[in-house]
């Protein structure tokens, strides 16, 4: 049981390149989302999905796009880098069952660090 | 407007020592409360929660407390120890349908001297 895995670790873009962050979760969880976490900001949402087939936004979304093909997989695509989006990203899952199964706590991965330069 | 604040950026405790670790909040929806732990180069990680229908939650060392009428949370942390060192941030979110996302403070940097 992995959990929740993400690639690459470290990256580095020029302005304007495009990638996808890869995630991946291995425990049957319907919640994933992706963070950014920026010096003296805390974690800030950038998008999240319920299940396969359904996204929707975070705090903040703009630059990024994501899709949920699958209950696995959640990659967080960069469509054109600016230095503004030098940050780490960690991607998160939790179930989302419903009553006095439901778990509130969200397992991270270790985080991809991104450098556009 | 920041939801989920975390006034201290650091504290620095002595080894053996209580560590305590403060957040407030705004949002009167919020029922669930979360802390997660951040070493370096990691994800975060799960600490221990508290729902708004308690007021503590006890686990080993680490002890929650909520004051729902303050809107107010502690962490605390006895004894310190070196490998308690780490960013601890308060989460927090409403059991509402539909409702799965946390809101994070901006963190704490927590460093315990031997």
């Known amino acids: 049981n992995a959990g929740v895995t993400q690639t690459p670790k470290f990256q580095v873009l020029k302005t304007g390149q495009s990638m996808t962050l890869q995630c991946a979760q291995d425990?049957?969880?319907?919640?994933m989302s992706w963070y950014r976490q920026d010096p003296g900001m805390g974690l800030r949402l950038i998008h999240y999905?319920?299940?396969?087939?359904?996204?929707d936004q975070g705090e903040v979304p703009n630059g990024y796009n994501v899709s949920r093909s699958t209950t696995e997989d959640f990659p967080l695509r960069l469509l054109s880098a600016a230095p503004s989006q030098t940050s780490v990203y960690f991607c998160?899952?939790?179930?989302?069952?419903?009553?006095?199964?439901?778990?509130?706590?969200?397992?991270f991965g270790p985080g991809t660090r991104l450098t556009v330069t | 407007d920041q939801q989920v604040k975390q006034n201290s950026p650091s504290l620095s405790v002595q080894e053996g020592r209580i560590s305590i670790l403060n957040c407030d909040y705004t949002?009167?929806?919020?029922?669930?409360f979360l802390w997660y732990k951040k070493y370096p180069a990691e994800g975060p990680t799960f600490l221990i929660s508290i729902s708004s229908i308690k007021d503590k939650n006890e686990d080993g060392r680490f002890t929650v407390f909520l004051n729902k009428s303050a809107k107010h949370l502690s962490l605390h942390i006895v004894p310190s120890q070196p490998g308690d060192s780490a960013v601890y941030f308060c989460?927090?979110?409403?059991?509402?349908?539909?409702?799965?996302?946390?809101?994070f403070g901006k963190g704490t940097k927590l460093s315990v001297i031997p």
């Open positions: 989460a927090a979110t409403y059991s509402g349908a539909g409702s799965y996302q946390l809101t």
């Open positions: 949002n009167s929806m919020f029922d669930y």
């Open positions: 998160a899952s939790s179930t989302v069952r419903g009553g006095g199964a439901r778990s509130y706590e969200q397992y």
């Open positions: 999905s319920v299940g396969a087939g359904i996204t």
């Open positions: 425990m049957n969880h319907e919640y």
